[in-house]
Structures are given as structure tokens and as C-alpha cells.
């Protein structure tokens, strides 16, 4: 049993109980990020961690054991752990690592910024001259694959893209709910995740009073509970 498997078993032998301590193989594998996992086949544990945690400290690679476990068996995680671990995924050459991973391994479906109805490029470019001063660089702007009900829209930093819900591309959905969408998004280009106390935050006060700069924001907001509702699906949301 090599030193990181050790770290498992250790992890089994304090929260498993009477359980006893399965067999374990861990693999580093190329994931698009810094992804782990943690599975039982037929009484026997596999674990799968990125690459980069290969030259992971030895705290940090038994906190990460730890946490997987504690998953496994249903288990309340650490704070500790969950400490050590955290400190080590934002340390800024863990950070950079794993945007590297993510940008070379992690592909981005792209389908077409012209709908059914709504052209996105010539609304981001409205948006931009009246909002941000032409100020914001566009990025890779698409309609998503499918329906999506919970997620209207999501900026992906790491691809420098914005993926707007096919489910608004409808003459069923006023423009100004699209643009607001739309609108919210390009916000996160103007104000990027900030890092406060370990935590990583994306609606920052600064963001939220920009929100509310939308001239139609009461308006989209009524429409997107009244959406919620005819749905009865989760809050909708813009990511």
C-alpha cells in the first residue's frame, strides 16, 4: 500500500467503524481541473485524483482522504480538513494548474449566437454601448444545447464565454428578460470572483448595485418569479 492509499485506509479505520478497512487502489488521472473521486465496486474502494494533487503536501493529500471518505460513508466532514484542504486548492500555483488543466482538457460546446428569435451578438453589443461604455471585451457568446429551466445563463471564465438558456429564444419571452440575462452575465466580466476569508464570492455588493442599474430590472425580475412559478422548478437563476 503506497503513502497516499495509507492516507484512505487511515481515513476508514476512524470513520468507518466496524466496517473494517476495504481494499484501495488510488490513480492519479488527467482530469480537466483538479476533480477527485471516490467509488466501492464489489467491497473494494477506487479513488480517482487529478494529477495535480501528485505533488500535493502530505497534510493536505490526508485532509483531501479524509473528505472523500467522510462523503462515502455519509459522514459530517471536517472543518480541519476541509481547512487544510481549501488553503491548498487556492494556493496561487494550485489555482494556476488547475486553469491550465481546465482550459487544455475541458471542452466548451459552442452552438450559435443567433436563435430562433434573438440575436445575442448585436444584444451584447447594444448592452455594451449603453451600460459599459463599450468597455466590456466580448466574449464567445451561445445559445446553450438544450432547455435548460434552473440556469438561464453562466459565464465560464476559464473559456472566456457566456451561454445564455435556450429556453428564453422565444417570442414567449420579452426582450428585456433576455437582455437582463444577458446583462448579468457581461456583469461578471466587469467584476470578477473575488476571494474574501478562503471563500470564493461572485455577487458582490459592487455587483449588485450594478444590477439594479438595469432599467428594466423590476420588470425582468416579476417576469422570471412568474416564470418560476408557471414552471415549478427551483428559483431560476443566472450564474
Known sequence: MNEVSKYFADAFRHMGGNRGVPPIEVRFNQYAGLRNYIRVRQGRVYVGLSEI???????????????LVARLLGKRVSTIHQR????????????RLTLLARRGRGGKRISTAQGKVYGL????????????????PKPTITWSQR??????GHHDHIHDSI???????????PDYVVEFVLYHEMLH????????????????????L?????????????WLESYLRRRRVPRARAA
Open 53 to 67: 494533487c501528485k505533488d500535493a503536501p502530505p497534510e493536505a493529500l490526508r485532509a483531501l482522504a479524509f473528505i
Open 147 to 152: 432547455r435548460t429551466k434552473s440556469i438561464l
Open 84 to 95: 487544510v484542504y481549501r488553503d491548498y486548492e487556492l494556493t496561487p500555483a494550485v489555482m
Open 121 to 136: 451578438d448585436r444584444m451584447f453589443a447594444k448592452l455594451n454601448r449603453h451600460y459599459f461604455d463599450g468597455a466590456i
Open 189 to 208: 466580466i466587469k467584476h470578477p470572483a473575488r476571494l474574501i476569508n478562503g471563500r470564493r464570492y461572485r455577487h458582490t455588493s459592487a455587483f449588485r
Open 210 to 222: 450594478d444590477e439594479r442599474k438595469f432599467e428594466q430590472y423590476e420588470q425582468a425580475q416579476k
Open 163 to 173: 451561454t445564455i438558456s435556450k429556453t428564453l429564444d422565444s417570442n414567449d419571452v
